[in-house]
């Protein structure tokens, strides 16, 4: 079964940028659309981003819209999360899912396989 590793969070500034890196282990993510989920601090997990297979339509949030941008390299297998404009907001643990559908899909239930998470917090 294909696991997901999430890397490149961290502490920054507001207005700074980071980019996150999902990753396969033992597994492709070939035929997968692929998603990007947050988690705030007391807050339930929310949608962010979605990219279909192999990569041609993407979707985001509305609270990010405009300042992330998510992209999938599928000779290396790995998808990003480019997160520009950061503000406090922001800060929340970030998870990449893969989903069985090839289309975009902006539900958590429709996600089937999860990374551990990478941490983004924004200061002001």
């Known amino acids: 079964q294909v696991h997901l590793v999430e890397s490149g969070g961290g502490m920054v500034q507001a207005g700074n940028s980071l980019r996150l890196t999902c990753a396969p282990s033992g597994g492709d993510l070939s035929m997968a659309t692929m998603g990007w989920f947050r988690q705030a601090s007391g807050k339930d997990r929310e949608f962010v981003a979605s990219?279909?297979?192999?990569?041609?339509?993407?979707y985001y949030a509305r609270s990010v819209k405009g300042r992330f941008t998510i992209s999938r390299d599928n000779v290396k297998h790995t998808v990003f999360l480019q997160m520009n404009s950061l503000n406090p907001e922001d800060s929340a643990v970030y998870y990449c899912a893969k989903s069985h559908y090839t289309v975009v899909r902006d539900s958590s239930s429709d996600y089937d396989i999860w990374g551990q998470g990478t941490q983004v917090t924004v200061s002001y």
């Open positions: 990219i279909s297979w192999p990569g041609r339509n993407t």
